[in-house]
């Protein structure tokens, strides 16, 4: 009898101690919440600062599913990444497309100056979905600077 009741006694630690982490998780996962939100605060203000635009905010639950193949699958062969940085990489993305849609009136030297903080994945990533949300301001980009391909790097 004893023996059962040393088992009982383990097992109810062992989910006091489950509880308590996850506990700790949640907290924790509410705390980089909470930085990530202060980090992205920060960076708008930076933005609106810097360039006098506004930061078009992207919900997180979002997703983007391709098109079916003909055989019913989606596999494009794109990125094999996780979700995350995949999430990250099209938010940042598609953020300076619109910058770059709303910056081309101001002059080739703005869109040069927004790209140049990018690596050339996004560089391109960027002029692709500027191309397809804005066909007309691509055109008149292409043909202001003709050699917009050299700023990809």
């Known amino acids: 009898m004893e023996n059962a009741l040393d088992i009982t ?3 109810v630690a062992f989910a006091r101690n489950v ?14 919440r909470q930085e990530e939100q202060e980090q992205n605060a920060a960076y ?10 506004e930061v078009v905010r ?3 639950n979002l997703s ?15 990125m094999d990444t996780n979700e995350s940085l995949s ?16 910056k081309i009136d101001q002059g080739v030297g703005m869109v040069q100056e927004l790209l140049s903080t990018l690596t050339s994945d996004e560089k391109w990533g960027v ?10 301001g691509f055109a008149q980009l292409v043909s202001v600077a003709p050699e917009w391909v050299v700023w990809m790097g």
């Not at 308590?20 to 996962?29: G, L, N």
């Not at 708008?44 to 635009?53: D, L, S």
């Not at 999430?87 to 709303?102: D, E, G, R, S, T």
């Open 9 to 11: 006694t383990n097992d």
């Open 19 to 32: 509880l308590e982490y996850r506990q700790r998780q949640r907290e924790e996962k509410e705390r980089r």
């Open 44 to 53: 708008a203000a930076r933005m609106q600062t810097q360039y006098g635009v």
């Open 58 to 60: 992207y919900s997180s």
């Open 64 to 78: 983007s599913t391709p098109p079916n193949n003909g055989d019913g699958s989606n596999n494009r062969g794109g």
């Open 87 to 102: 999430n990250k990489w099209w938010k940042k993305v598609k953020y300076y497309a619109q910058l770059v849609a709303q």
């Open 127 to 136: 002029m692709v979905e500027f191309e397809e949300t804005c066909p007309d």
